[in-house]
């Protein structure tokens, strides 16, 4: 039976990935028949779960995009290009190159005045390189929230933002840092009666406070997280416990 389990998921898997492989030769082969307008926009729409099965792919059609963004002369969708640039090279280990492509998007960014787009472009820096450089991680991912918090914008982006930060100082060691954010993250959760953010901060804060050896308080918090999530019938974030 286990071994039929085992087979039913390595064929599910492989037909999946086979799958997102040839999304993106889909989208490779519709360079000539589609507008120069229309194949920009059908790659900047490419998900990151298709784009991470094969970065050298995902890193051909970015470069492409770049291309025709330039020639367009589209700032925000270069911007994009950038950005995808850097997720590619990310996938690929090269972090420098990932970084540089991530700041000539915020440049862009901050040339138009789309603030929105130069704080998440800071945060979602931070969070890919939390795991090479955690205090670089930290510098872009405070800036990013800085960027959010000056221009009063949307508060389930500063939640989530205040989320993740509080990771990056659970980390960095610095406890009382990272309860201080998970609970920024869980008030804004609240007052947007966020459904999906309310038991994500829950968790966070469960796991700070079993770093800290109050387990009480952290078994209180993961108790309240699963009740909203039953009643919501979401369990998204729950695989955070197991790792703790």
Do not use: C
Request: no cysteine; proline share 0%; net charge positive.
């Amino acid at each position: 039976m286990i071994k039929n389990l085992i087979l039913l998921f390595l064929f599910t898997s492989s037909v999946l990935i086979g799958q997102k492989q040839n999304y993106l030769d889909h989208v490779l082969a519709t360079e000539n028949t589609l507008s120069s307008k229309e194949f920009l926009n059908s790659i900047l729409k490419i998900k990151y779960d298709k784009a991470l099965i094969d970065a050298k792919k995902y890193l051909l059609l970015a470069k492409k995009a770049e291309q025709i963004a330039i020639k367009i002369n589209d700032k925000k969708s270069l911007a994009k290009a950038y950005e995808a640039k850097s997720l590619a090279y990310h996938f690929s280990s090269k972090t420098e190159l990932s970084i540089a492509n991530n700041l000539l998007a915020i440049e862009i960014y901050e040339e138009i005045n789309d603030y929105e787009n130069i704080a998440n472009t800071y945060i979602n820096l931070g969070w890919k390189i939390k795991n090479s450089d955690l205090n670089q991680a930290i510098f872009y991912m405070n800036k990013g929230i800085k960027v959010l918090e000056i221009n009063n914008l949307k508060a389930i982006e500063l939640s989530a933002a205040y989320n993740n930060y509080g990771v990056l100082k659970h980390r960095k060691e610095q406890l009382d840092s990272a309860l201080y954010f998970h609970n920024k993250s869980l008030k804004l959760s609240i007052i947007n009666k966020d459904s999906i953010g309310i038991p994500f901060a829950q968790t966070h804060i469960a796991q700070v406070y079993i770093k800290q050896r109050k387990f009480k308080e952290a078994e209180k918090r993961l108790e309240e997280s699963l009740d909203i999530r039953k009643k919501g019938m979401t369990f998204m974030g729950l695989q955070i416990v197991i790792y703790i």
